[in-house]
């Protein structure tokens, strides 16, 4: 069985940084396309960023390039974002995803909130 499990988030000042994390189980993650979502209150869910299998690449919406790195460490089998240089409009709860098998999966979300 797959399942994701995204941590990290909190309170941040606009222009700080976090890193968030998520820990997969069940399978190797260099074999997936695994991706970071954020949903904030009343609005869809939206894509972040993406990194392929293997050596495959990265992929980020225009609104967080330059300033969020998505990456993983395959022996802890976990994917990062870092995400620096928030503002207040990036308040949301961030999730992890990937295909496998056909299934669309998630973890559970981690809110992280940009204020002062």
């Known amino acids: 069985q797959v399942q994701l499990a995204e941590s990290g988030g909190g309170l941040v000042q606009p222009g700080g940084s976090l890193r968030l994390s998520c820990a997969v189980s069940?399978?190797?993650?260099?074999?997936?396309?695994t991706s970071w979502f954020r949903q904030a209150p009343g609005k869809e869910r939206d894509f972040v960023a993406r990194?392929?299998?293997?050596?495959?690449?990265?992929d980020y919406a225009d609104s967080v390039k330059g300033r969020f790195t998505i990456s993983r460490d395959y022996a802890k089998n976990t994917v990062y974002l870092q995400m620096n240089n928030l503002n207040s409009d990036e308040t949301a709860i961030y999730y992890c995803s990937t295909f496998y098998r056909g299934h669309q999966l998630w973890g559970q979300g981690t809110q992280v909130t940009v204020s002062s």
């Open positions: 069940g399978v190797h993650v260099g074999t997936l396309h």
């Open positions: 990194i392929g299998p293997g050596g495959s690449g990265t």
